[in-house]
């Protein structure tokens, strides 16, 4: 894999960070106070993704290269579903919760695409555990989202 590929291939992943980020955040400002644990849930899966952008950074600038600082296009479309989905809603949990694990599943098809790749042992080493924490916020939101399902929408 040339340092360009990998370069790429980092800052991809670092858009989708962004992506998670930014929709996290957005998913906390339209949570409801019937599930106060959820707004802290969000943000504190939004301070993860801040810390896997930096440390995918990091990786990109060991590389000679400037880290991105972007998101993808399908993540800010898929923001802009998220409010347009939480506004008709009445900031419903539920909608918040499909959306963001919406956008897990957008994180967990880029890490898979990314570990398809030919990546240097210790660049894959820490894109593997990043990925091992996007599958965890994936089941972790698919959860609470089948527990706001159970208590308010059956």
């Known amino acids: 894999m040339t340092q360009n590929e990998i370069v790429d291939t980092l800052n991809d992943l670092i858009k989708v960070c962004n992506d998670g980020v930014e929709g996290f955040q957005a998913g906390a400002e339209h949570s409801t106070v019937d599930m106060p644990r959820l707004k802290m849930f969000l943000m504190d ?7 896997a ?10 590389q000679g290269a400037t880290p991105t600082t972007s998101t993808t296009a399908s993540g800010s479309l898929h923001r802009g579903w998220l409010n347009i989905k ?19 599943d957008a994180a967990k098809a880029a890490y898979r695409k990314a570990l398809a790749k030919d990546l240097p042992a210790p660049i894959r080493a820490i894109v593997e555990l990043q990925f091992q924490g996007v599958l965890r916020n994936h089941d972790l939101v698919k959860d609470l989202r089948d527990e706001e399902k159970r208590l308010h929408h059956a």
């Open 86 to 104: 939480t506004t008709l809603a009445g900031n419903d949990n539920l909608a918040v919760l499909e959306e963001c694990e919406r956008g897990e």
């Open 53 to 62: 952008a930096e440390a995918l950074s990091a990786l990109v600038r060991e």
């Open 45 to 51: 899966r939004r301070q993860e993704c801040v810390a």
